[in-house]
């Protein structure tokens, strides 16, 4: 009997044959896709501007100012009518914003009681100011 000798060849005939006829079959339909567009839902209106932040000034001699926007002139108050000032604020608009702006020379600890006072009122968004520059106050 004779032995049968084993094929070392890959017979690649058949895949271009396949290679072909998807290369047909995407030819002719690529001009039948059509491009999708996508509708995005649009924003309404808002409610209501979003407030200005009220800026509290710490000085470096401790001494505190408020200012209704950062445009407006700082109004320098004591410990008790920075509380009252706050409370009516918050009273006003439960979200409104604070910037706390205080000076470089000042103890870290004066500005860590501001925003603990500022917490304890109900204050919900508090910043802190920062500057680039030598400025200071």
């Given amino acids: 009997m004779r032995q049968r000798r084993l094929m070392n060849q890959i017979n690649v005939v058949r895949y271009i044959d396949v290679m072909l ?6 030819m002719v339909t690529a001009p039948m896709v059509q491009s999708g567009s996508i509708d995005v839902p649009s924003a309404g209106p808002l409610s209501a501007p979003l407030a200005e932040a009220m800026v509290i000034e710490v000085r470096k001699d401790g001494t505190l ?25 918050i009273e006003r608009n439960p979200d409104q914003p604070f910037l706390v702006a205080a000076s470089s020379e000042l103890p870290y600890q004066k500005v860590i009681d501001i925003l603990e006072s500022a917490r304890e009122l109900g204050v919900r968004k508090i910043s802190l100011q920062t500057r680039s520059g030598s400025r200071s106050q």
């Fill in 65 to 89: 100012a408020l200012r209704a926007s950062s445009n407006a002139a700082p109004k320098a108050v004591s410990s008790i009518e920075f509380q009252r000032e706050m409370k009516q604020a």
């Fill in 21 to 26: 006829l998807l290369l047909v079959i995407f």
